[in-house]
C-alpha cells in the first residue's frame, strides 16, 4: 500500500501527463495528431530551453527573473547584427555578419548578461532575486534602445531555418532542444560540475568547506543560464523572421512553472533536468489541449495557476520533511 | 520487576521500517515514574527513531503506546505535548532574534481578553520557570546571546511550560561543556523530585551513572534487556548490554615514532571584523609544531577559539588572520579551502549537519566530494570508481546503511558522522584536523575511531584533535595544547598531563 503510494508519487509527473493526453484524446480529435504533436514540442522548445538554465539556477537554490528580458535583446542582437551589421563611423568600420556569426554575437550578448548577474550575486551579495530583477528591466531597456522600439524583420531564409526548418523529419528546435536537453542530462548526472550544482545548493557551507569555488560555479550557472535564454531568443525570432522588442515577456514565470512543476525544489539541492523537461510538457499539452477546446485564454490562466498549486502540492506530499 | 516504581508510560511491539530498512522491531519499552530512564544503544540501534514515536514525531508505526494505562496515539508533538511528554531533541529549535519568553511561549502566545500579547504574563511564567530551573537570566535575554548551554535551558523550560510528566533527552551533553553537563544533571535530579520522569539517551557512558536510575539496551532496533538497578551497574555491563559482547580491545595508545616536522604555526592571530561590533580577537600569538606520526590534542572549553584555530588553518578566515602556517618547513599562504586541501590538509568539521554533509545527497557522493578530482576524467565522473570508494570506507568504518545510495539524511547520527571522516580521508592528508570526531558516536564506533587515529598517524600523518571530553584527549594525544581565551594557555605532554592541571589551564 504504502509501496504503491510511493511509487504513484514519485511518477506523478509522467502519470499527470498520460492522464492530460488520454483526457484530451477523448475530448477532442484534433488532439492527437501527428501535427499537433509537432506543434506541442515546436512550442514548448523555447520554454524548455529557458528552463533547462532555470533548473541549474533554481538547483543552486538562486532564480533567474532576467531571462525573458536576456532573449528579448539576444535576439534582437542577433537579428541587428544579421540585417544591419555593425557600423563605427568614428574608425570608419563596417562589420557584416554571417548567420553563423551574428548567432554567436547573440549567444555572446546572453552569457555576459548572465555573468553580469553571476557577478552581482557573488561579488556584491546582491540576493539573486534582486540582481536578475534589475536586470530584467535593465535587459529591456536595452532591447528598446536596440530596435528603437520597432520589430526588426526580413532576417532572410538561412536564418529561418533555424526555427521553421525540418531536418530528417523533425522540425530543428526540436532538434536544438533535444540536443540541450542531452548535454545538460549528461552534465548534471555525469559531471562533476554538475555534482557541485547540487552540492552548493543541497548545502553551501558543507560544499564550501568541501573545497568548492562556491563563487565560480554561481557564475557559472547564472552565464549558462543567459547564454540558454539567448538560444531561446534567437530560436524565436528565427520562427517569426522578426525580433519584437517584447519578446519574451513574463516567460520567466513559465520557465519557472516548468522547474516547479517537474519537481525542482525552490530551496535548491533537488531536482532534475528530465523532470523539467516533464513540466514543460505538461504546460504545453495543457495549452494545446485548452485551445482546442476552445476554453477562453482567461480561464486558461487560471487553470495554469492551479496546475502549478496541484503539483507543489504533491511534491509536498512527496517530500514532507523539508521546507 | 517493577521494584515499587510505577510505569507511566509505555510503548508494546512497537516497530518501524524506512522504506526497506527496519529501524525497529518488536520493541518494548517502559517508563518509570519519576525515574531517569537511560536508553543505551550503538549508532543506529533505532533509539532517535524510538524517541520520535514517543513524542509523536512519527505518526505511523506497528504497535501500542500506552499513558498511564491508557492506550494513546500522538499525530503530532503537539498532542503529545498536551498529554505531558515533551522532548528536547539534540539540535536546539530556537530564534535566536528573540528573547526568552518569546522562545518560551512561541505558538502558545498568552493574550489579553483583546487580543494583544500579555508581555507582563509571560514574563512572570517565564520567569518563575527559569527559577525552577535554578538559572539566574533575565526573560528578556535574546536567546541569540546566550552559551549553548544556557540555550538548553531555555529547551527544557520550554518542555516544562506544559507540565510536562515524561521530559525525553536525545544526547543533550553531546554539545555542551563540562560544567554545563553539571548544571543539566542538576536540573534533572531536581525534575525527578517534581515526579517528573525523564529518558534519556547518551552515548557519554562515563557521565551516565552520575544519573541513571535504569537502563534500557537497544540492540539493531530491537529491546535486548534491561538493568533495573543502575547503582549496581558497571561499565562493562553497559557495554555488554549495548555491544552484546565485551569490547576486544579498549583503545590504548601505540607509541608510533615521529618524522619530519609537517605543521609549523607561528604567531597566528585571528580578529573578527563585523560590521556595528569592535573587532574581536579570537586568536592570540599562537604557535605550535606538529610532526609526522603525531596527534596534538587540543583542549578548551566552550568559546576558548579551538574550532576557529582548525578554521583559520583550513583558510576559512584568511581575511582576518595574520601569522604564517609552514607545511613540511615551507612557508604557505592558505586563502581559501581550497589551497588548504591543495596542500594537502583536511578538516571534519564539528557539525556534521551544517558543515559536514549534503544531507539529500548519497552516501557515495558525499564521500567522494572532496576528492572528485579522483575519481574524475575530463570533468566526466567515474561512477564505478566512486562506489567503490564509498564502499570501502562503509566496510573500514562500519558505517551502518543498508547501501552506498541511501541518502546521507537517513543514517543515524553516529553513521553520519562516519561519512563526514570518509569524505576527508578519501583526500588522503598530509595532515587531518578532527573538530570533536566522536561526538555522538557509540562507545564502539568510538574505539574503531581512536584505533584509526593511531593507524593515520602510524602513516605518517600529522594529527590535531579538538575535543572537550578530557579523558578522550589524553588517551588519544602525544602532546596536549590547552587553550583559554584565544591563547595557548598551556602545553603537557604524555608523561606530564594530568586531568586537574588541564583542566585548571583551561579554566584560568
Ligand atoms: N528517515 C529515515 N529513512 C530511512 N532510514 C532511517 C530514517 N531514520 C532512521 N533511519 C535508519 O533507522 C536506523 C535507526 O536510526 P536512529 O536514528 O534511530 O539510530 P540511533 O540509535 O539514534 O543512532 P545514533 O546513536 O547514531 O544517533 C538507522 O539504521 C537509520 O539509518
Ligand atoms: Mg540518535
Known sequence: ?????????????????????????????????????????????????????????ILTRGIDLSVGSILAFSGAVTAGLLKYGVELPAFNVFMEFTVFGAILGGLLVGGCLGTFNGWMITRFKVPPFVATLAMLTIARGATMLWTGGFPITGLGTTFAFIGTGWFLGIPMPVWIMAVLVGLAMFVTHKMVF???????????????????????????VYALAGILAAVGGIMLTSRLDSAQPNAGMSYELDSIAAVVIGGTSLSGGRGSIMGTVQG???????????????????????????VILIAVILDRLNHPNED | MNNGSNIIFEAKGITKRFGGVTALEDVDLQVHEGKVNVVVGENGAGKSTLMKILSG???????????????????????????????????????????????????????????????????SKTQALLTRLNCHLSPNTLVGALKVGEQQLVEIAKALLEEAKVVIMD?????????????????????????????????????LFQIADRFIGLRDGKMVGTLEQAAKATKEDLIRLMVGRDLKHLFKKEAVPMGAEILRVENLNLRINKAHQASAHRLKNIHFKLRKGEVLGIFGLMGAGRTELLETLFGLHAKDMTGSISIASEQVHIRSVMDAIAHGMALVPEDRKEDGLVLQMEIAKNVSLASMGKITKNGVINAKSEMTLAKKFIETLHIRTPSERQHAKNLSGGNQQKVVLAKWLATHPKVLFLDEPTRGIDINAKNEIYHLINALAKKGLGLVV???????????????????NGSVSAEFNQENAHEEKIMQAATQ
Open chain 1, 1 to 57: 500500500m504504502n509501496q504503491i503510494k510511493n511509487t504513484l508519487l514519485r511518477f506523478q509527473s509522467i502519470i499527470a501527463l498520460v492522464a492530460l493526453c488520454i483526457v484530451l484524446t477523448l475530448l477532442s480529435d484534433k488532439f492527437l495528431t501527428p501535427e499537433n504533436g509537432w506543434n506541442i514540442m515546436r512550442q514548448i522548445s523555447i520554454n524548455v530551453c529557458i528552463s533547462v538554465g532555470m533548473t541549474l539556477v
Open chain 1, 280 to 306: 514543460a510538457l505538461i504546460i504545453g499539452v495543457l495549452n494545446s489541449g485548452l485551445v482546442l477546446l476552445n476554453v477562453s485564454p482567461f480561464w486558461q490562466q487560471i487553470i495554469k495557476g492551479f
Open chain 1, 194 to 220: 554538475g555534482r557541485y550544482i547540487y552540492a552548493v545548493g543541497g548545502n553551501e557551507s558543507a560544499a564550501r568547506l568541501s573545497g568548492i569555488d562556491i563563487k565560480k560555479i554561481k557564475v557559472w
Open chain 2, 466 to 484: 579538538v575535543s572537550s571530553e578530557l579523558p578522550e584527549i589524553m588517551a588519544i594525544s602525544d602532546r596536549i595544547l590547552v587553550l583559554a
Open chain 2, 57 to 123: 514525531v512519527y505518526a505511523d508505526y506497528g504497535g501500542q503506546l500506552f499513558f498511564k494505562g491508557e492506550a494513546v496515539h500522538f499525530n503530532n508533538p503537539k498532542e503529545a505535548m498536551a498529554q505531558g511528554i515533551a522532548i528536547i531533541h539534540q539540535e536546539l529549535n530556537l530564534i535566536p532574534y528573540l528573547t526568552i519568553s518569546e522562545n518560551i511561549f512561541l505558538g502558545r502566545e498568552i493574550r489579553t481578553p483583546l487580543g494583544v500579547l500579555n508581555t507582563k504574563q509571560m514574563h
Open chain 2, 171 to 207: 544526547e543533550p551533553t553531546s554539545a555542551i561543556s563540562d560544567t554545563e553537563v553539571a548544571t543539566l544533571f542538576n536540573i534533572i535530579r531536581a525534575l525527578k523530585e517534581q515526579d517528573v520522569s525523564l529518558l534519556y539517551i547518551s552515548h557519554k557512558l562515563d557521565e
